[in-house]
């Protein structure tokens, strides 16, 4: 994952290939990760199976919820109104809910009630798997870009190289 700001010569904040092993106990420029902060907030984990890159991959296993608050994240500098983050990204297993798979990436983040964020999931009802812009403000919903990125479920297997790009008026995200 990495994360820089755009200028002429961009300067990179952070890049994490997870070569370390550890999620925790990081010396700089690492830094650690935390996992979700709901009842069943899933499992995170460095793993050596089948690493997208390297020796070593991130992986997070949902609780199951479809929650914000089931995740795995690292907190980013924050002041700065463009970025770009990158990151590869595969699904192991589809899940049993009926909106799994599903995922998020916080393009923004304040608190569980104020962000914007890069969302996926599973729809039973349409058979499709929906990406789009999710912006919560004061615990209110608007949905930018929604698009179906799928018939059925997202496989397995296939790694996937996402790019998000923000300037201070505009937001892209590259699939």
Known sequence: ????????????????????????????????WTNGVSANPGTTAISNTSPLEGTYSLTHVGGGLLSHYDRAYI?????????????????V?????????????FIEYYDGNNFTA?????????????LRIKQ????????YGTMDWFTGKMGT???????????????????
């Open 1 to 32: 994952m990495a994360y820089s700001t755009f200028n002429k010569v961009q300067k990179l904040y952070y890049y994490d290939d997870f070569e370390d092993n550890l999620l925790t106990g990081r010396t700089s420029p690492r830094r650690n």
């Open 75 to 91: 907190t980013h500098p924050t002041g700065t109104s463009s970025f770009r983050l990158e990151f590869k990204m595969r699904c």
């Open 93 to 105: 297993t589809q899940g049993a809910a009926a909106n799994t798979p599903s995922g998020m990436v």
């Open 118 to 130: 890069m969302e996926w999931y599973y729809n039973s009802g349409t058979n499709k798997t929906i």
């Open 136 to 143: 919560r403000i004061a615990s209110a919903n608007t949905y």
């Open 157 to 175: 297997g296939t790694t996937y190289d996402i790019a998000i790009r923000r300037t201070s008026s505009t937001m892209r995200i590259t699939v």
